[in-house]
T-cell receptor, first 113, second 113 residues
Framework: KQEVTQIPAALSVPEGENLVLNCSFT??????LQWFRQDPGKGLTSLLL?????REQTSGRLNASLDKSSGRSTLYIAASQPGDSATYLC????????????FGKGTRLHILP | DAGITQSPRHKVTETGTPVTLRCHQT?????MYWYRQDPGHGLRLIHY???????DKGEVSDGYSVSRSKTEDFLLTLESATSSQTSVYFC????????????FGPGTRLTVL
């Protein structure tokens, strides 16, 4: 059974710092991995999608990496800003025909002004 | 933002009553999903649909049924609501094929008294 873990559950960092959020999964047979952010009381916003054949994806100050063999993904946020404060979730898709997606419980990020 | 709406956005109901939540999309995506989000559990898949009239169970399907008679609408029904179904419910969509990025609706907060 696929399990997705995000550690730590919460993180506070001063504004301007670079930071890394972690996501680990137990079964390396994934189709893709997606990172989301969720603001309090809101839905999820897609940040980056990495296909299983890719090593990383970048969007602005965000860079996500994927290492299937070790069952890990990281989300790197450069030059953090107070507006980056949110909960960040990762989700893995097990296969193109098996369309179930497993979510981690998220890391709650607080950027200190 | 992907064109996904959920209705109602908030609902309070009593134990034992039937409840139907609606998800509507304007993206013509093939796949639609219903999740619930609870503290300590994260996001869990209830049911999903891979086409009109084609649905399958997720991780926590007991007590829920779904229907999809049109591409754009996916209904989630709680046959007889219980207090354990108090949660925030999210609808999501994705397009079949290689780029299976998932997009989420704004959520419905359901309280069962």
């Amino acid at each position: 059974k696929q399990e997705v873990t995000q550690i730590p559950a919460a993180l506070s960092v001063p504004e301007g710092e670079n930071l890394v959020l972690n996501c680990s999964f137990t079964d390396s047979a994934i189709y893709n991995l997606q990172w989301f952010r969720q603001d309090p009381g809101k839905g999820l916003t897609s940040l980056l999608l990495i296909q299983s054949s890719q090593r990383e994806q970048t969007s602005g100050r965000l860079n996500a990496s994927l290492d299937k063999s070790s069952g890990r993904s990281t989300l790197y946020i450069a030059a953090s800003q107070p507006g980056d404060s949110a909960t960040y979730l990762c989700a893995v898709r097990r296969g193109n025909r098996d369309d179930k997606i497993i979510f981690g419980k998220g890391t709650r990020l607080h950027i200190l002004p | 933002d992907a064109g996904i709406t959920q209705s109602p956005r908030h609902k309070v109901t009593e134990t034992g009553t039937p409840v139907t939540l609606r998800c509507h999309q304007t993206e013509n995506h093939r796949y639609m999903y219903w999740y619930r989000q609870d503290p300590g559990h994260g996001l869990r898949l209830i049911h999903y649909s891979y086409g009109v009239k084609d649905t399958d169970k997720g991780e926590v399907s007991d007590g829920y049924s779904v229907s999809r008679s049109k591409t754009e609408d996916f209904l989630l029904t709680l046959e007889s609501a219980t207090s354990s179904q108090t949660s925030v419910y999210f609808c999501a969509i994705s397009e079949s094929g290689v780029n299976n990025e998932q997009f989420f609706g704004p959520g419905t907060r359901l309280t069962v008294l």
